[in-house]
T-cell receptor
Framework: DQQVKQNSPSLSVQEGRISILNCDYTNSMFDYFLWYKKYPAEGPTFLISISSIKDKNEDGRFTVFLNKSAKHLSLHIVPSQPGDSAVYFCAASAGAQKLVFGQGTRLTINP | NAGVTQTPKFQVLKTGQSMTLQCAQDMNHEYMSWYRQDPGMGLRLIHYSVGAGITDQGEVPNGYNVSRSTTEDFPLRLLSAAPSQTSVYFC????????????FGPGTRLTVL
């Protein structure tokens, strides 16, 4: 039972354009959501998070949107840069306990 | 600070062999976790610990043992390796209550033949 799903295994975007990565969840008890970025041969690194009491959180070029009624969150990167090419994982937790991760989306930024 | 360190980086085992994946952190974090990453499956939690002497099972604990005798170390033991345990293993640590402060190690790539 996959509680957090990233249905797009890969995404290709032109440099300078907007990248939108999507994530869906099924557990209504999740109250904290995170995005991690992973380069090859490295561990994931924290990118941005959002609490369930908010619907948007912004940090520089990165914005996360949360739609609780649809149980959907998205990560917007604008403008996209070559260094953004990586695998992105969304994750969720209930009560700051265990993190449940999605399958990941491989983002490729083309020059 | 070294953060979260893992050894070895790579390991090849034969079916039935045992080994221990080492994980250490120098941030005095109470929470530590082990994940495995498989293609199309994302990161799945194997075992976790909320403090020295306290461990619990995650999503995929079968075939793995853990112990937490100190705050710094959280080794993962494979008692009898199986090809299904071929994966990349990540250790992570964080402070309690703040999920976004979770730091991951660089990973151990394990192949079981």
């Amino acid at each position: 039972d996959q509680q957090v799903k990233q249905n797009s295994p890969s995404l290709s975007v032109q440099e300078g354009r907007i990248s939108i990565l999507n994530c869906d969840y099924t557990n209504s008890m999740f109250d904290y959501f995170l995005w991690y970025k992973k380069y090859p041969a490295e561990g994931p690194t924290f990118l941005i998070s959002i609490s369930s009491i908010k619907d948007k959180n912004e940090d520089g070029r990165f914005t996360v949107f949360l739609n609780k009624s649809a149980k959907h969150l998205s990560l917007h990167i604008v403008p996209s840069q070559p260094g953004d090419s990586a695998v992105y994982f969304c994750a969720a937790s209930a009560g700051a306990q265990k993190l449940v991760f999605g399958q990941g989306t491989r983002l490729t930024i083309n020059p | 600070n070294a953060g979260v360190t893992q050894t070895p980086k790579f390991q090849v085992l034969k079916t039935g062999q045992s080994m221990t994946l080492q994980c250490a952190q120098d941030m005095n974090h109470e929470y530590m976790s082990w994940y495995r990453q498989d293609p199309g499956m994302g990161l799945r939690l194997i075992h976790y610990s909320v403090g020295a002497g306290i461990t619990d099972q995650g999503e995929v604990p079968n075939g793995y043992n853990v112990s937490r005798s100190t705050t710094e170390d959280f080794p993962l033991r494979l008692l009898s390796a199986a090809p299904s345990q071929t994966s990349v293993y990540f250790c992570a640590s964080r402070r309690p209550g703040l999920a976004d402060t979770q730091y991951f190690g660089p990973g151990t790539r394990l192949t079981v033949l």
